[in-house]
């Protein structure tokens, strides 16, 4: 079934994900968490009340005892799950994707994360099989109110009283709920865009990653007299952050910064995905560090945080994660720390950045490949006498540049991302992988 992905359950409502199958899904998904004692959540799209209704109606008729937690962000139900003891979470929800999709991230006991290879794969094939759902034993539905708890979390990591004031783009999405709640009664003042909530996203896709949708708060930031300006996505678990003259800046150079801050004050180990900066490494290590490559996603990485034990990691995409924070992820948690990082060192945000500016980046280019994993063997042979890493795809590193070239999960494609010394190189070395990745053979 293709709705069934590498991190989660997404698809195009009524088409690909219907009540019927949302259902089956709830009433296997006990079997493979482990346990029966599940909460769920939902974003502000307009079929998440009868996908969660649904979703309710298969947990129960397995037995389940569901904790309804009503409208959250996806941060949130990792919230509920570790904090409340639960067995696991469902967060409904399709994060940045366009209105017609919905979907659902699944987490187990310690808001550990259920990815496709992390038994998702077990409830697509219960889910595809012939067996039919019927009420085993009666589950009860039980609301769980967790925001003030939440707040009080999420503000537990504002260690600084000095006062900032920024920009907000909410993107129409989860943040423009549940920010608000945790700035109120704090020094951080704010001016919101798109902060009402519409699961039909008016203004913009949801997806900070994309340059087009930060177009709108870095003229905000431009124009006002703001600390630095912050963009979510929809569900609010991915963070991206502009400076104060209106300048975006990427996720992986802050992964670079925030890390390296943190290594400074004892804190050790910092996840990055395969097409981050080599700052990160570079930056954690000389402060004699640790840091961990990972493959791309937010499963993925959840799992090898815990693994590893490691303080924070941080995705190109956005996506933060703390070991503080039950080794998950959080976009506003993000903020908190940020405020504190630029409350201690004393100087506007474009200045701390510019160290770590180093190098220059293709960005991700996609090209369609029918054969992934021949063409990725093909490169791998072209490029052998660079040191090769299979992380995720593959990445290979020469003295002055590297590459990864990884499969998409959902498409006939291949994402290239390349960082060099020089612009000049990344025009050149992109230029001849994409003569060899997009040439065909027959």
């Known amino acids: 079934m293709g709705i069934f992905k590498a991190y989660d359950i997404r698809g195009i409502y009524k088409e690909e994900l219907t009540e019927e199958i949302a259902e089956r899904i709830g009433y296997f998904l006990p079997q493979v968490i482990g346990g029966k004692k599940i909460a769920v959540g939902h974003d502000m799209r307009h079929s998440s009340d009868r ?13 389940a005892t569901v904790y309804d937690v009503g409208l959250i962000s996806t941060p949130m139900i990792n919230f509920a799950v570790a904090n409340y003891n ?8 399709a994060s940045h994707n366009a209105a017609k999709y919905n979907g659902f991230k699944v987490n187990k006991k310690l808001a550990q994360p259920v990815g496709y290879d992390m038994g998702l794969n077990k409830v ?36 600084s009283d000095k006062k900032f004031h920024i920009a907000i783009d909410a993107g ?47 003229k905000m930031v431009d124009k006002g007299d703001y600390d630095f300006g912050i963009a979510f996505d929809g569900d609010a678990d991915r963070i991206m952050f502009i400076d104060e003259k209106g300048n975006n800046i990427p996720a992986d150079i802050i992964t670079a910064m925030i890390g390296e801050w943190f290594v400074e004050n004892g804190h050790d180990g910092v996840l990055y995905d395969v097409r981050s900066t080599e700052m990160i490494k570079e930056a954690v290590e000389r402060r004699g560090g640790h840091s961990y490559l990972c493959m791309v996603g937010h499963a993925y990485f959840k799992k090898l945080l815990r693994e590893k034990d490691a303080f924070f990691g ?16 959080s976009g506003v948690i993000m903020l908190m720390k940020m405020v504190n990082f630029l409350t201690e060192k004393g100087k506007p945000l474009s200045e701390l950045v510019l160290p770590y500016r180093k190098y220059f980046q293709s960005g991700e280019i996609n090209s369609k490949v029918e054969d992934k994993d021949a063409k990725i063997e093909e490169i791998a042979e072209l490029y052998k006498e660079g040191r090769q890493l299979r992380v995720d795809g593959l990445t290979v590193i020469y003295d002055k540049w590297w590459f990864n070239l990884r499969k998409s999960n959902t498409e006939p494609l291949l994402r290239l991302c390349l960082e060099a010394d020089t612009e000049e190189l990344v025009r050149e070395k992109i230029e001849k992988l994409l003569k060899e990745i997009r040439k065909y053979r027959g």
């Open 124 to 159: 697509e094939e219960l889910v595809k099989s012939n067996e039919k759902v019927i009420e085993k034993e009666i589950g009860d539905v039980k609301k769980l109110d967790i925001l003030d708890d939440y707040i009080a979390l999420v503000k537990s990591f504002l260690k």
């Open 172 to 218: 129409n999405g989860m943040a423009g709920y549940t920010v608000p709640k945790i700035l109120k009664d704090n020094n951080i003042s704010y001016d919101g865009l798109y902060m009402e909530l519409d699961g039909n996203f008016p203004n913009h896709e949801a997806n900070p990653l994309k340059d087009e949708n930060l177009v709108d708060i870095k």
């Open 51 to 63: 996908l969660r209704d649904a979703l309710i109606s298969g947990l129960t008729k397995a037995g």
């Open 314 to 329: 941080g995705e190109l995409a956005g996506h933060f994660y703390f070991k503080e924070n039950f080794y998950t992820d």
């Open 86 to 93: 639960l067995d696991g979470g469902v967060q409904i929800t």
